[in-house]
Every structure is written in C-alpha cells, then in structure tokens.
C-alpha cells in the first residue's frame, strides 16, 4: 500500500511543492522526508479522510518549516547609507 501510494502521489506533490519553490532538489528532499516520517510512524497514523489532501498538507507544512528553517540562518546583509 505504501509504495502504491508513493508513486500515485509522488508526481502530484512534486508538482504541488513547486508551487512554493523552484529549487528542485529541496522539493525532492522534502518529499523525501515526508514519506520517510510517514513510513517511520506508521503505527501511530490515525485514518485519513483524504490521503491526497493529508499528503498535500504535510507537505506543504514541510516546506514552511524547511524553509523557516533556511531563513534564520541566512547571514544577516548590512546595508550602509
């Protein structure tokens, strides 16, 4: 079931996180690592209404994160005047 649901939705969510980055690779990685905690927490996943709308989510909430992530640690740019 998981792998069917892997590559039912890898395309979809992919093509979904491009919609919060053009940088290929970190959407990659972010699907990645949701299918990775899906798989790793199986056991404690309740039923899902949606699997579509639970992955789109997820994922979304993934990108936010990583990318909240990214942002605070970006050197900070001085600008003089």
Same mark, same amino acid.
């Given at each position: 079931?998981? /792998?069917? *649901? ?8 992919? &093509?979904?996180? @491009? #919609?919060?980055?053009?940088? /290929? !690779?970190?959407?990659?990685?972010? *699907? $990645? ?8 927490? #199986? &056991? $404690?996943?309740?039923? !899902? &209404? ?9 994922? @979304? @909430?993934? *990108?936010?994160? !990583? ?11 001085? /600008?003089?005047?």
């Amino acid at each position: 079931a998981f /792998t069917s *649901i892997y590559s039912t939705y890898l395309r979809p969510l992919y &093509n979904y996180g @491009r #919609k919060f980055s053009k940088n /290929t !690779a970190f959407i990659e990685d972010c *699907i $990645q690592d949701l299918f990775v905690e899906l798989w790793k927490n #199986k &056991n $404690q996943l309740g039923p !899902a &209404n949606s699997v579509k709308y639970y992955l789109y989510k997820s994922l @979304r @909430r993934k *990108i936010f994160r !990583a990318l909240q992530h990214e942002n605070k640690h970006l050197p900070e740019v001085l /600008t003089e005047e």
